[in-house]
């Protein structure tokens, strides 16, 4: 069969990469350059940064990935032959008025007394109550009595939650003011996990390293700059009208854009495509890579991993120290990446800025997710992309292999 993708971020390229030696693909790419919100300095087409030395490459995008709840994430990367390597990762809640509470992780490896660590272990017990009761209520009750609920259920005005908030926050990219409307059924396996030691693992060379592997052993065609004008399904099929006038027919169309494009794009949406795509929303986003260690002085933090800071009037950022997360040697220059943080950091320290765009992930926009994956095949139409997972690249992963196994293309 002939088949388009649109989208060559982590969903389309994955889709591509299992249906690659069964069909003929096409790549459709708005962009000059793959991968979605995959973005490695220096590796990327595109985004070599003259401010990094060769050959260091730094992500300025997706960094880490879960050992314990990225099955098949590792399974893709064990197919691809992707040498990653165990990273430390450890985050430390910093308060609005200063104070601080470190995870116990971070409480092991800081390089302070033995007293001071007791004390720090003391401020994380406060919190224990509330993180049992988060734990044994989430598991008693089943996914689905969750599934389109906003967090703001299960979230009270205490130290846990807005941790957990903040890392909603780091995994999504969305605004502090906004996690509190994030699905629970969306973001509750991550929170678990993240709250139970999770270990991380890291792609050597950077994450776009499994791009250039895909890429290695694709067959098909790859059309950047390109952003269909209309896609119309007629005749069995589906036409591709292209901005450049021209118009292209395939037997099916996998949309792996993020799912508040998809109805821009189709030039006759059903009426259940509009109800399960209309209130899809854009999140757009920033992050910097800097070198301003400031932030970590004036908190008298002397150990630097994800640091999530408070800011006043119900604000937040966060802070991901790269050198341990990236295998930068320790001597070197200290690189950070940090979101919503602008006011603290100095300009003339900022490498490179990038702008991202994602799903706005509410209860909402959540409502009739089931219902894309369910309905999937539909009229020529697939779709893939973290949003009909876990929101993040192991929900891409599943995503893709669920309509590869639906084509009869690789399964894992």
């Known amino acids: 069969m002939k088949l388009a993708i649109i989208g060559g971020g982590a969903a389309g390229m994955s889709c591509a990469y299992l249906l690659n030696k069964k069909h003929d693909v096409t790549i459709f790419e708005k962009q000059p350059m793959l991968g979605g919100n995959i973005r490695t300095l220096n590796k990327n087409v595109n985004i070599d940064n003259e401010k990094l030395r060769k050959g260091l490459f730094i992500d300025n995008g997706v960094i880490e990935f879960d050992r314990g709840n990225f099955e098949y994430f590792h399974k893709l990367m064990e197919d691809l032959k992707v040498e990653l390597q165990e990273v430390p990762l450890s985050a430390g809640f910093f308060y609005s008025n200063g104070k601080h509470i470190y995870t116990p992780s971070r409480i092991h490896d800081i390089q302070i007394g033995p007293f001071q660590k007791m004390k720090e272990t003391i401020k994380l017990s406060k919190i224990f109550f509330d993180y049992n009761s988060f734990m044994l209520k989430t598991s008693l009750r089943k996914k689905k009595d969750y599934y389109n609920l906003p967090f703001s259920h299960l979230s009270k005005e205490r130290v846990l939650f807005w941790w957990m908030r903040m890392i909603l926050m780091y995994a999504y990219s969305i605004p502090y003011k906004d996690t509190n409307n994030i699905p629970i059924g969306l973001a509750l396996s991550m929170l678990r996990s993240c709250l139970t030691f999770p270990k991380w693992n890291r792609i050597v060379g950077g994450t776009y390293t499994y791009i250039e592997k895909i890429l290695e052993s694709f067959q098909g065609k790859i059309r950047y700059n390109s952003d269909p004008q209309s896609i119309s399904r007629k005749n069995g099929g589906v036409e591709i009208n292209l901005k450049t006038g021209e118009k292209e027919l395939f037997d099916k169309v996998i949309f792996a854009s993020p799912p508040h494009e998809v109805l821009k794009s189709l030039n006759d949406p059903t009426e259940d495509e509009k109800k399960r795509f209309g209130a899809w929303k854009e999140n757009k986003a920033q992050t910097l890579i800097h070198t301003d260690t400031e932030m970590f002085q004036k908190r008298k933090v002397n150990y630097f991993s994800a640091d999530l800071i408070q800011k006043k009037e119900g604000d937040a950022g966060y ?13 070197d220059i200290k690189y950070s990446l940090a ?26 926009a959540f409502k009739y997710r089931n219902e894309v994956i369910e309905t999937n095949g539909e009229n020529n139409t697939f779709h893939v992309g973290a949003y009909l997972g876990n929101g993040l690249h192991e929900g891409a992963i599943c995503s893709a292999l669920r309509v590869s196994k639906m084509l009869g293309g690789k399964v894992l």
Do not use: M, R, V, W
């Not at 943080?341 to 300009?347: A, K």
């Open 339 to 364: 979101f919503n943080l602008e006011d603290e950091i100095d300009p003339e320290k900022i490498i490179h800025i990038q702008k991202h765009s994602t799903p706005f992930y509410s209860s909402e």
């Open 319 to 331: 802070n991901a120290f790269l050198n341990g997360l990236s295998g930068i040697k320790k001597n």
